[in-house]
């Protein structure tokens, strides 16, 4: 195992990994920007390195930097946490040249499933079913006419430099589909500097169902099970769960073997997830994510497996030391995203300072969070306060648990989303489990979210009332230290 890890993120992940380090007693490496001096992550960890001002690119994208701290504080591997730097291959690549390892798959698969096109072709070839359409680039309007009239309308185009839904358009006629067609061209050029793209059907009305994988550097990969995470708002997921309502057993073990048949084809190594759209009973390989993701925890919850250990473990070439046989799904458990943004003006980000925070916990709650209160929330980056993960052995006892959690918890200072998650957890067809990727639109949630905030009010206020005793407390103790120091000044 490894004796020092550096952690190339911030916030919540930053710590999630470290603690999995501090579990294993391995040193951690934080690395911060100059707007993250006071981040909750640079104090957690044994040392920490500033590497650059507060925007992104020249700081938690800046690979130079990130391998000059590891260099510096003598890091043996590099845990990317997600976004940033997880999915950049010749990051992959650039650790493994200074022989740092990095901990996720190898640059190869990085860069073969970041490439839609060549995902889909990879995957066709290895038998795992993907959505009907295109394996090439679709170059002239000819072309993409012919393959949609082949596969029926609606189709979408998608740029094959993008995913996780940026870059892509429907079109519903024969009409429409030149100056789609153009138009995605234009945002795969402009945003990805690669203007490929192809064509697939379009599901109006799909679940997104996903696998989590592991796989060790010896050839054995194994799944540990699914997450639905239809609950969606412009492809920022909001709410997750594990298992899928959708799922049965008999499923599960379908789409479970053609998970892992999609990660051992490409030489997957490491944690991954393996994406699917579901339809009527029907399921189609959509992408490859080839990091560990946000939603991690509920897997965790409901498998027992600390995800991170795997990785650490598998990193560092150990063997899973687990089959497939040995994984169990105990319970039922749900993730909602805590963001700083205003769900009734649109899901506008909120940043700024919070002034109270209390959050809760009790039978089945946990929390992942980088922030605290006296945090300022800054605009340089996402807006995720925490991720309140419940767990119950079934789906009715774990809303229950979620709907109890959301009204313990106090976050001032910020516009929360937390009356949003209120909303949805008292919503008929979400507890009847009818779900889609259109989810929030169809049962028009938003406009539940005033009857639900209403119902809850009596109760918060009452629980908010400990801050003003909070205050007093500061105050006499602030009082007290000014005393004592104006007494030792006295004193000489
Ligand atoms: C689709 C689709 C329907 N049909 N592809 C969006 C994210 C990216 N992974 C692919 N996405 C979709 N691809 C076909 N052929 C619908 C989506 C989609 C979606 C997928 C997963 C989670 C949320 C979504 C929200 C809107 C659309």
């Known amino acids: 195992?490894?004796?020092?890890?550096?952690?190339?993120?911030?916030?919540?992940?930053?710590?999630?990994?470290?603690?999995?380090?501090?579990?294993?007693?391995?040193?951690?490496?934080?690395?911060?920007?100059?707007?993250?001096?006071?981040?909750?992550?640079?104090?957690?960890?044994?040392?920490?390195?500033?590497?650059?001002?507060?925007?992104?690119?020249?700081?938690?994208?800046?690979?130079?930097?990130?391998?000059?701290a590891a260099e510096k504080s003598r890091a043996e591997a590099i845990h990317p946490g997600y976004g940033f730097l997880s999915e950049n291959p010749r990051f992959a690549a650039e650790c493994e040249r200074h022989g740092i390892k990095f901990i996720g798959p190898p640059s190869t698969a990085i860069t073969k499933m970041g490439s839609k096109i060549e995902a889909r072709r990879a995957m066709r070839k290895a038998g795992v079913p993907i959505v009907p359409g295109s394996t090439d680039r679709v170059g002239s309007v000819e072309e993409a006419l012919d393959l949609a009239m082949g596969v029926g309308y609606p189709v979408v185009i998608k740029a094959s430099a993008g995913g996780g839904g940026i870059g892509m358009r429907v079109a519903r006629s024969k009409e429409e589909l030149p100056a789609v067609l153009e138009s995605t061209q234009a945002v795969a050029k402009s945003a990805f500097g690669d203007s490929t793209v192809f064509i697939e059907k379009y599901f109006e009305r799909p679940r997104h169902i996903e696998f989590q994988i592991l796989a060790d550097e010896h050839g054995r990969t194994i799944h540990v099970g699914e997450r639905e995470c239809s609950i969606q708002r412009r492809h920022q997921k909001l709410i997750e769960e594990m298992p899928s309502p959708a799922m049965t057993p008999e499923?599960?073990?379908?789409?479970?073997?053609?998970?892992?048949?999609?990660?051992?084809?490409?030489?997957?190594?490491?944690?991954?997830?393996?994406?699917?759209?579901?339809?009527?009973?029907?399921?189609?390989f959509l992408e490859m994510n080839t990091r560990l993701q946000v939603e991690h925890p509920i897997t965790e919850r409901t498998t027992g497996l600390d995800l991170v250990k795997e990785q650490l473990r598998i990193a560092s070439g150990e063997d899973l030391g687990m089959e497939q046989a040995d994984i169990r799904i105990d319970g039922w458990a749900m993730e909602c995203r805590i963001n700083a943004e205003d769900p009734l003006n649109d899901f506008a980000p909120s940043p700024g300072k919070i002034t109270k925070y209390r959050s809760p916990g009790g039978p089945g709650i946990r929390i992942d969070s980088g922030v605290r209160m006296g945090y300022t929330i800054s605009p340089y980056y996402d807006s995720m306060i925490s991720k309140l993960v419940?767990?119950?052995?079934?789906?009715?006892?774990?809303?229950?648990?979620?709907?109890?959690?959301?009204?313990?918890?106090?976050?001032?200072?910020?516009?929360?989303?937390?009356?949003?998650?209120?909303?949805?957890?008292?919503?008929?067809?979400?507890?009847?489990?009818?779900?889609?990727?259109?989810?929030?639109?169809?049962?028009?949630?938003?406009?539940?979210?005033?009857?639900?905030?209403?119902?809850?009010?009596?109760?918060?206020?009452?629980?908010?009332?400990?801050?003003?005793?909070?205050?007093k407390v500061v105050a006499i103790s602030s009082a007290v230290s000014a005393y004592i120091d104006q007494e030792k000044r006295k004193a000489g």
């Open 390 to 471: 419940g767990w119950g052995r079934n789906r009715q006892e774990v809303i229950a648990r979620m709907r109890r959690a959301l009204s313990e918890y106090i976050i001032r200072g910020v516009t929360t989303n937390i009356p949003f998650h209120k909303a949805v957890m008292r919503n008929g067809a979400f507890i009847r489990g009818d779900l889609s990727t259109h989810f929030i639109q169809e049962n028009e949630i938003v406009a539940t979210i005033p009857a639900v905030v209403e119902a809850d009010r009596a109760r918060e206020e009452r629980l908010e009332e400990i801050f003003q005793d909070d205050r």
């Open 251 to 284: 499923l599960r073990e379908r789409m479970g073997a053609i998970a892992v048949k999609a990660a051992s084809s490409i030489g997957y190594a490491n944690a991954g997830t393996v994406e699917f759209i579901y339809s009527q009973g029907e399921f189609y």
């Open 1 to 68: 195992m490894f004796n020092k890890v550096l952690v190339a993120n911030r916030g919540e992940i930053a710590i999630r990994v470290m603690r999995a380090c501090r579990e294993l007693d391995i040193a951690t490496v934080s690395v911060y920007s100059e707007a993250d001096r006071n981040a909750l992550h640079a104090k957690y960890a044994d040392e920490a390195y500033l590497i650059g001002p507060p925007p992104a690119p020249q700081s938690y994208l800046n690979i130079e930097a990130i391998l000059d």
